[in-house]
Each structure stands twice: as C-alpha cells, then as structure tokens.
C-alpha cells in the first residue's frame, strides 16, 4: 500500500479501515505518517481486546467456520449445495448488495478465499503486538485526522461485549490530538451497510479538517 500511494503520486491519502482492517489501518498510520491526510475507523477493535476470552471465543467460532467452508470450498461440495438455500441461504454481503452477488459467490468457491481468512485470525495476536509496537506515548498519531465509528447494537456478541469495546474504540480516538469517536445506535458491526452515510460523512469531515 505504501509503494501503491508514493506511486500514483498522488498523496497524501485519507485510509477507511473497517473491523480487523482497522488494526491494519493504524499501524500503516503509525509506520507511513506521511502518506496519510486522516484515518476513519470503522467498528475496530482495541489490540487490548484481542488478548480477552470473549475474543478467543469469537476467534474459535470464526476458524471453525472457515475450516469448513475451506473444505467445502476444496471438496466441490459448496458449488453443488450453493443453490440449495436459496436467498436466506446466501452470507449477508451477497443478499444485500445484489449486483456484486455473483463475483462474491464465486470467490466463496476458492480455496484460497478461507486460506487467507484463516491465516489473518491465526495470526492476529501477533498483528496485535505489532501495533501496540508502534503506538508509543500518548498520542502517537500526532495531530492526523481521525474519525472512529462504533456500531451500537451487536446482538451476537455476549452482553458485556459491546459496552467494553465502545469504550475501547473511545480510547482510540484519543490517540489523535484531533480524534473523534462517534456512536451509531441503528447500526450493526456491518456499518457500511446500516448506516453507510455516516462513513460517507466521516470520510468527508476528515478529508476537510486535513484541507484545513
């Protein structure tokens, strides 16, 4: 990405990282601050919260899932059983963004789709370690423009979960002189689907205090 930006010379960038590419986002942030005009985060998690059993129990849940659509995927059974469910059958991206529907069900075919899934969770306490390297003192990511968006309904998540990980997002954009943390009470952890305006706002605002 760092080559990507210096290449098409035309940087500095605002970067959107959503979920687990937030953590991503963050130490691109921490490791090229100069390719960066602001930073959105879109329902992150803390790199704290990687280390908690509500965590690991997500992680297992979400590799055990993998592991068997990898297999499916490997096998030719999902080609074959893919129709069967019909509409409710589909993951929730394809059934709600229909015109990219077909492209997403076949990337699900590949085997290489869960490989990569599986290896991003395998090694995400080590992607964890690494950003809590690089956010050294107390606002490590100076004065950078930064918007963080937390969901606020998470009905799959143990009770507790939600509340601790607002509040972990709070702390991450305290690590900007100029971060903001925003709350969205009608959207699920898929942002960019319930409440896509508030992303399109976000980029917006970040994108004027950067021109400011």
Do not use: C
């Amino acid at each position: 990405l760092h080559a990507l930006i210096r290449a098409l010379e035309s940087g500095p960038v605002v970067l959107v990282g959503h979920s687990l590419g937030g953590l991503h986002a963050l130490l691109f942030a921490a490791t090229y601050p100069d390719d960066l005009a602001g930073l959105v985060l879109v329902d992150p998690p803390h790199p704290d919260s990687i280390e908690t059993p509500e965590y690991a129990q997500l992680k297992a849940q979400s590799l055990g899932f993998y592991s068997s659509m990898r297999l499916l995927a490997a096998s030719g059974l999902l080609r074959s059983l893919g129709g069967l469910g019909g509409e409710e059958g589909l993951p929730e991206t394809a059934r709600r963004l229909p015109e990219v529907r077909e492209p997403y069900l076949l990337l699900t075919l590949k085997p290489a789709l869960w490989d990569t899934a599986i290896a991003e969770l395998q090694e995400i306490e080590n992607s964890a370690g690494q950003l809590r390297n690089a956010l050294s003192g107390p606002r490590p990511l100076g004065d950078l423009p930064l918007v963080v968006l937390s969901a606020g309904r998470d009905p799959n998540a143990p009770a507790d979960y939600r509340a601790r990980m607002t509040a972990e997002q709070v702390q991450l954009a305290a690590l900007s002189t100029r971060g903001e943390h925003r709350t969205l009470p009608e959207s699920g952890h898929l942002v960019q689907f319930d409440d896509p305006e508030a992303i399109v706002a976000a980029v917006r605002d970040v994108i004027a205090q950067a021109r400011e």
